[in-house]
């Protein structure tokens, strides 16, 4: 299994920026790629940006295309996301998500999750 902790969340204003980061440990060499997603309130989960282990490639939700950026580094194993000029419908909780895969399997692990509120 891998886990996932979240950190960096919290309250800021409009145009403002904010960077999550996601410790993982266990079984890291199993990850096949990684990702935020995040939930508002009365809203389903979506994927927010994705980066592959192999190449890192990236993925990115069009709504933050432009001003969010996905890295990780593997030495530290952890991802980050770094989030600029800030929206209030960015408000949400963010989640990071791992996919694992081994022996023909595939899961997802998710983090707890941290909250993210923008408004003025």
């Known amino acids: 299994q891998v886990q996932l902790k979240e950190s960096g969340g919290g309250l800021v204003q409009p145009g403002d920026s904010l960077r999550l980061s996601c410790a993982a440990s266990?079984?890291?060499?199993?990850?096949?790629?990684m990702g935020w997603y995040r939930q508002a309130p009365g809203k389903k989960r979506e994927m927010v940006a994705l980066?592959?282990?192999?190449?890192?490639?990236?993925n990115y939700a069009d709504s933050v295309k432009g001003r969010f950026t996905i890295a990780r580094d593997n030495t530290k194993n952890t991802l980050y996301l770094q989030m600029n000029n800030l929206r209030p419908e960015d408000t949400a909780v963010y989640y990071c998500?791992?996919?694992?895969?081994?022996?023909?399997?595939?899961?997802?692990?998710w983090g707890q999750g941290t909250q993210v509120t923008v408004s003025s």
């Open positions: 998500n791992a996919d694992v895969r081994a022996d023909g399997a595939a899961w997802d692990n």
């Open positions: 266990g079984r890291i060499s199993m990850i096949y790629a």
């Open positions: 980066i592959l282990t192999s190449g890192g490639s990236t």
